[in-house]
C-alpha cells in the first residue's frame, strides 16, 4: 500500500509542477501575455483526458497491461537522458528559429508542450486510475478512495509549492532538472509495481476480462449510466473548467498581469475538488447557493468599481465567486458519482468536460467574443445548474438538457452582444488581449479625446481637436515626465543633432510628438492590433502619420527583434531607448532581466539614455532597475510626475546611463528623487531566474 501511495504521490505532485515552471519558460517568448498560461492549460486538460482514456482502456481491454506501461515508463527515460546530453535541461523545449513570424502562437505553444512534455504528462495524468485498479487487484480487501485523495492533496502540494519554495530559490534550469529526476524516480516506483500487478493477473479470469471491485458508496444505483447522466457530468465538469481559465482571464488581463497569480485560480479549482469529494457531509447545496450568489453580488460591485479598489479586494472578489461555482459544479459531481464499476467512465467524462472548458475558452471564445465575455458565460452556465439542483424532482436528463439549453442560449446571446455593444468606438480581442478605443473627455476644461485601452492601462490618448496637429504630449510622457526631461534635456536635443530613439511598447505613438525632422524614431511592437491602430485604422490616432521623423516599426517581441539586429551587426546606436512594454499594469519579466540589458546597453550609444516606465499599482520595480544599475555601472535617477488637468497622467520614470553627467543636469535634478541613501538586497533579476513577490507592494 506504501508504495501505491507514493506512486499516486509523486506523480500528482509533478504533474501540477510542470505547468507553472513551463509557463514561466515560454512566457518571455510570447509577450509575457496572460493567453500563455490559458493554452497551457488547454494543453494539459487535454492530455489529462488522453492520460484517463489511454488508462480506462489499459486496464479493461489489454492482457498484457503491465507490459506497456513498463515499456513506454522506459521510453519515457530514455528521452528525458537524451534530452539531458543535447539540451540545457531535459524538458524545457528550445526557442523557435521562425518565433517571429508565428502568426498562431496558441498552435506554437500547443506543438511546444506537446513535444517537451507531452509523453511524460500524459503517463502521469493516467497514473491515478491505473493505482486504483492494480490495487484492486493485488489486494482486493483494500479501498482506493484514500489513493484518490491522496492524489488531490499532491496536486494541491505540487502547485502551491512552485511560488513559494520552488521559484524564489531554483533556477528555471534547475527546476528541469529536479523535475526530471522526479520523474525518474517516479518511474522506477511505478515499474515495480506494474512489474507486480502482472504477476497478479494470472489469478484472474482474462476472458471475463473482470477485476474485483472494492465496496465503495455510490450516490446512483449500478446501472450502466445512461446518456443524459454522461452527458451531464460533461456538462458540470465542462462549466467549473470554464468558469476557472475564464476567472484566470479576468484576474491577469483586467486586473495585474502577474504570473503567480494564475496558481491561485488552479488552486482554488482543486480545493473545491478535494473538500466536494472529501464526504458526504462536505457538500451543502443551499449553503453554496446562497455563497455563490452573495459572491456574484460582490464582484458586479467590484467590477463596477474597480479603479478605485484596491487590487486585493478585487482578486478576493472573483476567487470567492470561483469557489462557490466550483463547490456546485464539483458537489453535483459528487452527489450523481457512479457505482464503483463506472469509475473510471465517470473519471473520463469529468476529464472530457473539463477539456471542452478549456477548447471553449482557449480556441473557441477569442473567435467568436471581441471581449472577455467567457466569463458571463460561465457565470451563467453556473446559474444554470443552481436554478436545477434546488428543483429536486429534476432527474439526470432533465437537468442536461435545461443546462445545454441554457448554454446554447446564453453563448449565442453574448456573440451578438459583444460584437454590437461592446461599448467602445473600436474593440478587438486577440492572443495579446482586448483592446480598446474609447471617446472619453479629459482635461480641465474637458476636451473630447480617443483613449487606447488594454484592460485597465491606458495606452495613450489623442485629443480630437489635435488630430491634424498633434504636438502635445500627454499621458505619461508630458514634458515634466521622466521620458520628456531625457528627450529634451539630451545633449544632441540642445545642439539641434539629429537623434535616434527607440521605443519598446508603441501605445498610441505620443512619443513620437518629440521627433524633430531628421530624428529616427524605432518602435517596437508585439500586437499586431496596436501597430494598425497607431499607423492610423480607424482615424483615431494620428501621431505617427503626422510625424516629419524617420517612423520605423518592428513588429514583434522586442527583444528577439533587437537580438536578431545585433546578430546581424545592425547595431542602433540610440541615444535614447525607451522601456514602455506595458501589459495590463506589469513590466514582462524577460525585459528586465541582465541579458535582456546587455543587450539594450550593446544597442545604446555611448552618451545614451535608458528611460524605463515603472508605473504601477501593485509592483515596484525600482529595486529591480537599481540591482541592473548597480551590477552594470550606471548611473540611476527616478522622476515622478503626480499628473495635471490637461491629460498628463501621473508617472514613475527611471533614467538610467553609462555618463552621470547626462543625469546630472539641474533640468533632470529639480524633478529627481533622492535615492542617495535608497538600497536593496533582493537578488539580481536573470532569464534563469526572477521573483516577484519581493517587489509587491
Same mark, same amino acid.
Request: glycine residues 8%.
Given at each position: ?97 521562425? @518565433? ?8 506554437? $505553444? $500547443? ?47 505540487? @502547485?502551491?509549492?512552485? =511560488?513559494?519554495?520552488?521559484? =524564489? ?24 509495481? %506494474?512489474?507486480?500487478? +502482472? /504477476? ?15 465496496? !465503495? ?33 479576468? $484576474?491577469?488581463?483586467?486586473? &495585474? ?27 451543502? /447545496? ?30 478576493? &472578489? ?21 457505482? =464503483? ?15 471542452? +472548458?478549456?477548447?471553449? !475558452? ?66 478587438? /480581442? ?17 476636451? /473630447? ?47 539641434? #543633432? ?10 498610441? +505613438? ?23 491602430? %497607431?499607423?492610423?485604422? +480607424? ?13 520605423? !516599426? ?17 547595431? #542602433?546606436?540610440?541615444?535614447?531607448? !525607451? ?119
Amino acid at each position: 500500500m506504501i508504495l501505491f501511495a507514493a506512486s499516486v504521490f509523486l506523480s500528482a505532485f509533478l504533474l501540477f509542477q510542470i505547468q507553472p515552471m513551463l509557463g514561466k519558460f515560454i512566457l518571455p517568448w510570447f509577450g509575457g501575455t496572460p493567453a500563455v498560461w490559458s493554452t497551457l492549460m488547454l494543453v494539459f486538460q487535454v492530455l489529462l483526458t488522453g492520460g484517463y482514456a489511454y488508462a480506462s482502456w489499459l486496464i479493461r481491454s489489454v492482457r498484457r497491461q503491465s507490459l506497456i506501461h513498463i515499456l513506454l515508463l522506459g521510453l519515457a527515460a530514455i528521452l528525458f537522458i537524451s534530452r539531458g546530453f543535447f539540451a540545457s535541461s531535459p524538458i524545457m523545449p528550445s526557442i523557435p528559429a521562425s @518565433l517571429q513570424s508565428i502568426k498562431s502562437p496558441v498552435f506554437e $505553444i $500547443i506543438k511546444l508542450c506537446l513535444l517537451s512534455v507531452g509523453p511524460p504528462f500524459l503517463i502521469l495524468a493516467s497514473n491515478g486510475p491505473l493505482m486504483q485498479a492494480w490495487l484492486s487487484r493485488i489486494y482486493p480487501a483494500q479501498s482506493y478512495a484514500r489513493l484518490y485523495a491522496l492524489s488531490n492533496a499532491g496536486s494541491l502540494l505540487g @502547485l502551491l509549492a512552485y =511560488p513559494v519554495l520552488i521559484e =524564489p530559490n531554483f533556477s528555471l534550469r534547475s527546476q528541469g532538472w529536479m523535475w526530471s529526476l522526479g520523474f525518474l524516480m517516479f518511474g522506477v516506483l511505478t515499474g515495480w509495481i %506494474a512489474l507486480q500487478s +502482472g /504477476r497478479a493477473a494470472s489469478r484472474f479470469d482474462w476472458a471475463q476480462r473482470k477485476l474485483p471491485q472494492p465496496k !465503495v458508496d455510490s450516490a446512483l444505483p449500478g446501472e450502466r449510466p445512461a446518456f443524459s447522466l454522461l452527458s451531464l457530468w460533461i456538462a458540470l465538469s465542462a462549466t467549473a473548467s470554464l468558469f476557472l481559465l475564464s476567472v484566470t482571464n479576468q $484576474i491577469s488581463q483586467e486586473v &495585474a498581469v502577474i504570473p503567480f497569480l494564475w496558481i491561485l485560480p488552479l488552486t482554488i479549482y482543486l480545493l473545491s475538488f478535494i473538500l466536494a469529494f472529501s464526504s458526504d457531509h462536505a457538500y451543502h /447545496r443551499k449553503f453554496y447557493a446562497f455563497l455563490f450568489l452573495a459572491c456574484a453580488a460582490l464582484t458586479l460591485y467590484v467590477t463596477l468599481n474597480a479603479t478605485s479598489l484596491h487590487i486585493y479586494w478585487q482578486i478576493l &472578489a472573483y476567487s470567492l465567486l470561483l469557489f462557490a461555482a466550483c463547490m456546485l459544479c464539483h458537489g453535483e459531481l459528487y452527489l450523481l458519482r457512479p457505482a =464503483p464499476e463506472y469509475l473510471t467512465t465517470f473519471y473520463l467524462m469529468v476529464s472530457i468536460g473539463g477539456a471542452f +472548458g478549456g477548447i471553449f !475558452v482557449g480556441l473557441v471564445a477569442p473567435l467568436i467574443f471581441n471581449g472577455y465575455w467567457e466569463f458571463f458565460v460561465g457565470l451563467a452556465m453556473t446559474f444554470a445548474i443552481l436554478m436545477t439542483v434546488l428543483r429536486s424532482n429534476r432527474d439526470s436528463n432533465a437537468r442536461a438538457r435545461f443546462v445545454f439549453t441554457v448554454f446554447a442560449l446564453v453563448t449565442g446571446m453574448l456573440i451578438v452582444l459583444s460584437t454590437f455593444y461592446s461599448g467602445a468606438s473600436f474593440s478587438k /480581442r486577440n492572443f495579446y488581449g482586448v483592446i480598446r478605443v474609447r471617446q472619453l473627455f479629459v482635461g480641465n476644461p474637458a476636451q /473630447r479625446a480617443n483613449v487606447m485601452s488594454h484592460g485597465i492601462t491606458v495606452h495613450g490618448l489623442q485629443l480630437l481637436s489635435d488630430l491634424k496637429l498633434p504636438d502635445i504630449p500627454t499621458t505619461y510622457y508630458v514634458r515634466e515626465s521622466g521620458v520628456g526631461l531625457a528627450i529634451l534635456n539630451h545633449p544632441k536635443y540642445g545642439h539641434d #543633432q539629429h537623434m535616434r530613439v527607440g521605443l519598446l511598447g508603441l501605445g498610441v +505613438g505620443t512619443l513620437v510628438v518629440y521627433a524633430r525632422p531628421g530624428d529616427v524614431y524605432r518602435l517596437y511592437e508585439i500586437n499586431p492590433v496596436v501597430i494598425d491602430l %497607431a499607423a492610423g485604422v +480607424g482615424d483615431y490616432f494620428s501621431f505617427l502619420g503626422d510625424s516629419k521623423a524617420e517612423i520605423s !516599426v518592428v513588429p514583434g517581441d522586442a527583444r528577439i527583434s533587437l537580438q536578431n539586429e545585433l546578430d546581424q551587426g545592425n547595431l #542602433q546606436s540610440f541615444d535614447v531607448l !525607451v522601456l514602455d512594454t506595458f501589459s495590463s499594469d506589469a513590466i514582462p519579466v524577460h525585459l528586465v532581466t541582465k541579458e535582456a540589458f546587455a543587450l539594450y546597453l550593446a544597442h545604446l550609444a555611448p552618451d545614451g539614455i535608458i528611460a524605463a516606465h515603472i508605473t504601477n499599482l501593485h509592483l515596484d520595480l525600482q529595486p529591480v532597475f537599481w540591482q541592473l544599475a548597480k551590477y552594470y555601472g550606471l548611473s540611476i535617477v527616478r522622476v515622478n510626475y503626480a499628473g495635471d488637468s490637461k491629460g498628463g497622467y501621473a508617472s514613475h520614470w527611471i533614467l538610467l546611463s553609462r555618463d552621470a553627467d547626462l543625469l546630472n543636469i539641474p533640468a533632470i535634478r529639480t524633478h529627481a528623487l533622492d535615492l542617495s541613501g535608497y538600497s536593496t538586497d533582493i537578488k539580481l533579476w536573470t532569464d534563469d531566474y526572477s521573483n516577484l513577490f519581493q517587489i509587491l507592494k
